[in-house]
T-cell receptor, first 110, second 117 residues
């Protein structure tokens, strides 16, 4: 079993819909990252969080340390949000080297 | 300011040849990471540098892989006697220590796409 599991693996939605991507992990962590990878391959860090909730524009990330679970939400989704979203964790003893989920491929149709 | 840069952006090489991939981290970032993303697979950690400490090489898949970081800045990942299974996108990331003393978020470079024929 992977240390980091994401769901769903693929998600297709219509423009304007509220999107939720989930991430569960099985190890003790010092931080959890949400990353975005566009078709060209470049990776952008969206959030790094260790507790609670963070918001940036239409993106919201939450984490529940006790339940070892995080969610990434996108409000008022837009076709430009189409990308692969990757959850990654830094193990407590891992010097921040990341362990990655398999990613969620999101497609937003106009 | 300038982000993490990597070169070359694409590299095609013949099986058995050696390749060098370069990463220029963000100025002042003390931590540097190499990751690999193979076709159809997720990202995996390769090696981590922190200041002058010995690097964490625990993710390197074989002894054909090595990396160095000169002067605490530029890093080079070298793959000797390349094999077809080495074909992947190689990503570099860097980070700094936050004000709390904890590692800050990682900033990723654009990657080098390596194809071994």
């Amino acid at each position: 079993k992977n240390e980091v599991e994401q769901s769903p693996q693929n998600l297709t939605a219509q423009e304007g819909e509220f999107i939720t991507i989930n991430c569960s992990y099985s190890v003790g962590i010092s931080a959890l990252h949400w990353l975005q990878q566009h078709p060209g391959g470049g990776i952008v860090s969206l959030f790094m969080l260790s507790s609670g909730k963070k918001k940036h524009g239409r993106l919201i990330a939450t984490i529940n340390i006790q339940e070892k679970h995080s969610s990434l939400h996108i409000t008022a989704s837009h076709p430009r949000d189409s990308a692969v979203y990757i959850c990654a964790v830094a193990r407590i003893q891992g010097a921040q080297k990341l362990v990655f989920g398999q990613g969620t491929r999101l497609t937003i149709n106009p | 300011g300038a982000g993490v840069s990597q070169s070359p952006s694409n590299k095609v090489t013949e099986k058995g040849k050696d390749v060098e991939l370069r990463c220029d981290p963000i100025s002042g970032h003390t931590a540097l990471y190499w990751y690999r993303q193979s076709l159809g697979q997720g990202l995996e950690f390769l090696i981590y540098f922190q200041g002058n400490s010995a690097p964490d090489k625990s993710g390197l898949p074989s002894d054909r892989f090595s990396a160095e970081r000169t002067g605490g800045s530029v890093s080079t990942l070298t793959i000797q006697r390349t094999q077809q299974e080495d074909s992947a996108v190689y990503l570099c990331a860097s980070s700094s220590l936050g004000t709390s003393g904890r590692r800050d978020e990682q900033y990723f470079g654009p990657g080098t796409r390596l194809t071994v024929t």
